[in-house]
Antibody, heavy 116, light 106 residues
Framework: QVQLRESGPGLVTPSGTLSLTCDVS?????????WSWVRQPPGKGLECIGE???????KYSPTLKSRITMSVDKSRNQFSLIVTSVTAADTAVYYC?????????WGQGTLVTVSS | EIVLTQSPGTLSLSPGERATLSCRAS??????LSWYQQKPGQAPRLLIY???NRATGIPARFSGSGSGTDFTLTISSLEPEDFAVYYC????????FGGGTRVEIK
């Protein structure tokens, strides 16, 4: 059974950097799938942040691309997200997922709050 | 960026009734349209992908239709566990979601 689990700080200071990791079990990060990050501000809808292929090819949200970096760590079977220059608007539940829009898998999500 | 507009915002129905949810795209998305269900505190759950294909384990009461810019999710007879928020999603170009339709108990 494929499982994804997000981890990282639950609190980030404004103008700081948000860093999250998604640990993948039950499947290889090197398998031919798209690995994604999706976020959801409290009480609001879903927003795709970016996705990365096992080859390292990336697709980023046009509105966030200047602040986002995604990477894959094959040795640890995980992928990561970095968001720089965060503001309160980046407060959200962050989900990692495999193959959004197709039969895939999602993590349970982790709440990241941007506050001083 | 393709914008997905869902209607209505809220649908108030009783168990056993038929639910019809709409999703309109600002540009042609072909058949790359999927539907997710989300309950409070849970990750979204895929119901339908590529317009009309039910995901594994999804009951037959859920069906999807449409093409191009207009799509529909139909729940033929609402069960108590179907009251939730539903999002449409496109992957024709950059991935985007609609704003959601809440299906609530009348």
């Amino acid at each position: 059974q494929v499982q994804l689990r997000e981890s990282g700080p639950g609190l980030v200071t404004p103008s700081g950097t948000l860093s999250l990791t998604c640990d993948v079990s039950g499947a290889s990060i090197s398998s031919p799938h798209w690995w994604s990050w999706v976020r959801q501000p409290p009480g609001k809808g879903l927003e795709c942040i970016g996705e990365i292929y096992h080859t390292g090819d990336t697709k980023y949200s046009p509105t966030l691309k200047s602040r986002i970096t995604m990477s894959v760590d094959k040795s640890r079977n995980q992928f990561s997200l970095i968001v720089t220059s965060v503001t309160a608007a980046d407060t959200a539940v962050y989900y990692c997922a495999r193959d959004v829009g197709r039969e895939g898998f999602w993590g349970q999500g982790t709440l990241v709050t941007v506050s001083s | 960026e393709i914008v997905l507009t869902q209607s209505p915002g809220t649908l108030s129905l009783s168990p056993g009734e038929r639910a019809t949810l709409s999703c309109r795209a600002s540009q042609n998305v072909g058949t790359y349209l999927s539907w997710y269900q989300q309950k409070p505190g849970q990750a979204p759950r895929l119901l339908i992908y590529d317009t009309s294909n039910r995901a594994t384990g999804i009951p037959a009461r859920f069906s999807g239709s449409g093409s191009g810019t207009d799509f529909t999710l139909t729940i033929s007879s609402l069960e108590p566990e179907d009251f939730a928020v539903y999002y449409c999603h496109q992957r024709r170009t950059w991935l985007t979601f609609g704003g959601g339709t809440r299906v609530e108990i009348k």
